[in-house]
């Protein structure tokens, strides 16, 4: 199994000080130029059509888990159909989320939402609860919270929160064989620290995906392991 990361949009209705993509957050109509041609085009441009067509084409369910993020998926303006579509196709993952927005239950992805810094109600929006060890926030009394209500929870470390790995798995090499990351724009690449080629992309319908195996000390290697921990057990079962 490989896993697709997918940035589903660059925007987010949050401003955390922590978070690891806060550099990269835009409004949801913002342009800039395109890497390839220097055209001027949103930054968030992938729409189910073209996304749902590129997969149907080169990622087999059998083969592929799905991590959907962002930015807030929530914000992504075709969740409502996009989460039964790839529930329909066979697809399994996870869909990294803050909860706030709702986003459709499904029986293949996990909602993993983050219950944030500074937020006292627990999000609504949730298969999982993800709390983090912050000395800045009350998560003591948040995992009370979760434990009272019987509400499935994971606690990360807050200094460790970019890689969302648990303690103790840093030297647990995961079951998945490699990485494809698709962007808000549309691009495909392996790692996402790798720059995009030309022609890669949705779009085209041209190119299979790049496949860049893990690497022990890739961060974002360590990313796939955090996505793992997070699967459903039927989705673990096909891995």
């Not at 009370?144 to 499935?152: D, N």
């Not at 995009?196 to 990313?223: H, M, N, W």
């Amino acid at each position: 199994m490989n896993l697709l990361m997918i940035y589903l949009i660059q925007s987010c209705n949050r401003t955390c000080y922590y978070c690891p993509m806060k550099a990269w957050m835009y409004p949801i109509d913002h342009k800039v130029p395109f890497r390839e041609n220097g055209e001027i085009k949103p930054i968030n441009l992938i729409d189910n059509e073209s996304l749902l067509k590129w997969l149907d084409k080169f990622c087999p369910p059998k083969e592929w888990i799905i991590c959907l993020t962002g930015g807030e998926p929530g914000l992504y303006k075709e969740i409502d159909a996009l989460v039964p579509a790839l529930n329909k196709r066979g697809y399994f993952g996870v869909i990294q989320t803050n909860g706030s927005l709702p986003i459709p239950k499904s029986k293949n992805f996990r909602l993993c939402t983050a219950w944030h810094e500074g937020v006292s109600e627990m999000p609504p929006y949730y298969d999982e609860i993800i709390i983090l060890k912050n000395l800045k926030d009350n998560w003591q009394e948040k995992e009370k919270y979760c434990i009272s209500k019987r509400i499935p929870y994971k606690i990360l470390p807050f200094n460790r929160q970019f890689e969302g790995i648990p303690p103790g798995s840093n030297n647990k090499i995961n079951k998945f064989k490699g990485v494809t990351t698709i962007l808000s724009m549309g691009q495909v690449m392996g790692c996402p620290q790798e720059i995009p080629i030309k022609g890669q992309d949705i779009f085209a319908l041209s190119e299979p995906p790049v496949v860049s195996l893990q690497q022990d000390k890739c961060r974002y290697c360590g990313t796939m392991k955090g996505v793992e921990i997070f699967l459903s057990n039927k989705a673990m079962s096909k891995l």
